[in-house]
């Protein structure tokens, strides 16, 4: 038998008690750290290669290692590893059965190497993968949304401040919104990355290593972007979680508040939009109902990523230097924020795809809240009048049209002209919609015009 296998009976000649059952459930983490598998051997044979190198351990060790290896690779793969809750963690349950399929090469490995700097090392390893996965989703949300929005160029909604109608927007325009917020979101990721990209290994338990370790070369190999520079901050700081979390939390708030407008705007009282079927519900009461779930799941499962980040941070916050088995609570909410965004983004990027704009709806409800009121302002002063005095005078024009149940655009010629002498017939150009979305042709702003610059910016972007 080999000395890992009871482990947890005694860890050395040390002690002088087993755990007791409660306690080994209570402080092992295999059954939820077993995903980092793949980060582990990778770490490993990292390590063995560059302990050969430097003389460390024997050619024929490293080829054990890396003979061992590969057969645990293909039992894991294959779902036929012995995952045991008595070796604590992934590391040694690896470790355990790579001497027990090699004997003392095995024992070898961990030369130079402390589980402190492995288990940050492979968090950091599995983390670089899931940014780069969440990178690429964070594009298709984008694509889609630049579809949506170049189908969309030419429909006009209401845009809303404090949920009131303010003033007539391209439905492109809104969706472009949210393309600059999912762009950033990836710029923030493609930031975190660069700090999560550094090596730990090499810090060993907090020190460093008595052993003639080149850290530079284990960092090459695993193409990292260089090695932490202090071994204690290497194996204690979870910095790099915490970030993930906050712009994965970002995220998933932009998201929530996309996932706010679908529900609302799918709701019989607005019916701007139409989200495929398959992204619905019925109710198991009421048969006319086809219920957002998916965008409400979002926005629900965004207080479960905001909780992760809380999480983590309040984790940190008491540890003194260096490790301390708090981290291994880093695990659970690191691993569910990344599983909750690819997933949602995934699901969204579909979605969007999906989305049917009502047009005559969206343009009824933009024309039922006064949204060109700032149009026949804007008017008065192109006609030398001051900003405010012309502000004073269209809210009595919308008073008249609210009392009249109409728009500022049914309002005749005369009535208008009884408000300001100055008003012509060619105010019919600026109080239609159309003609207040034209007018707003500035960089960033709702005219069709400008809404197709940015769709072609942001498709060489995301080309
Ligand atoms: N499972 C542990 C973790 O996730 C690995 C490191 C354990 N180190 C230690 N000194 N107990 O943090």
């Known amino acids: ?8 009976e005694a860890w050395s000649a040390l002690f002088s008690e087993p755990m007791s059952d409660l306690v080994k459930r209570y402080t092992a983490s295999v059954f939820f750290d077993k995903r980092l ?60 059965r790579l001497t027990q399929l090699v004997g003392d090469a095995g024992k070898r490995l961990h030369t130079g ?44 909604m209401p845009g809303f401040t404090h949920l009131q109608v303010a003033q007539p927007v391209s439905f492109g325009h809104h969706m472009l919104a949210y393309v600059e917020m999912f762009e950033r979101d990836q710029d923030r990721i493609a930031d975190v990355r660069k700090r999560v990209n550094r090596l730990p290994l090499g810090a060993a338990a907090l020190a460093g ?42 995220a998933m708030v932009h998201i929530s508040r996309l996932s706010e407008e679908l529900v609302l705007w799918t709701s019989q009282n607005f019916s701007f939009i139409k989200i495929a079927d398959r992204f619905t519900t019925g109710s198991s009461i009421m048969p006319q109902k086809k219920n957002p779930d998916v965008p409400e799941l979002a926005r629900g499962k965004t207080g ?21 088995k708090d981290n291994q609570e880093d695990k659970e ?37 006064y949204a060109t009121a700032t149009d026949l302002a804007d008017y008065l002063v192109k006609k030398g009048l001051p900003f405010r005095d012309a502000h004073e005078i269209v809210a009595h024009a919308v008073k008249a049209a609210t009392s009249h149940n109409c728009d500022l655009s049914e309002l005749p010629l005369t009535v208008l002209q009884g408000f ?15 003609g207040s979305l034209n007018a707003r042709d500035i960089l960033g702003g709702t005219a069709p015009a400008q809404v197709r610059a940015q769709i072609a910016r942001h498709r060489a972007r995301l080309a």
């Open 113 to 156: 190497r402390s589980r402190n700097d492995q288990v940050a090392t492979d968090v950091r390893l599995w983390l670089r993968g899931e940014i780069d996965l969440i990178s690429a989703l964070l594009g298709d949300v984008q694509k889609a949304l630049v579809d949506l929005a170049e189908r969309n160029v030419e429909v006009i």
């Open 37 to 96: 598998w793949k980060a582990d051997i990778e770490g490993s044979l990292a390590h063995a290669s560059m302990l050969a190198r430097q003389g460390i351990i024997g050619a024929q060790d490293l080829n054990d290692i890396e003979r061992g290896m590969a057969q645990i690779t293909q039992e894991i793969e294959a779902g036929q590893f012995d995952w045991k809750l008595d070796l604590e963690d992934v590391h040694l349950n690896i470790e355990a």
């Open 304 to 324: 479960r990523v905001v909780g992760h980040l809380m999480g983590l941070i309040t984790l940190m916050k008491g540890q003194p230097l260096a490790y301390n």
């Open 420 to 434: 300001h002498p100055k008003i012509d017939k060619d105010v019919y150009d600026v109080l239609s919609l159309r």
């Open 209 to 250: 290593t008595s052993y003639p370790l080149d850290r530079e070369s284990v960092a090459r190999a695993l193409e990292m972007d260089g090695v932490c520079q202090n071994s204690l901050d290497a194996v204690s700081d979870r910095d790099f979680a915490i970030e993930f979390t906050a712009a994965a939390s970002i």
């Open 333 to 369: 909410p690191l691993f569910d924020t990344a599983d909750t965004l690819k997933d949602t983004l995934r699901i969204f990027a579909e979605m969007i795809g999906g989305i049917t704009v009502q047009a005559e709806a969206m343009e009824k409800a933009a024309l039922r809240g």
């Open 1 to 8: 038998m080999n000395q890992f296998d009871k482990k947890s």
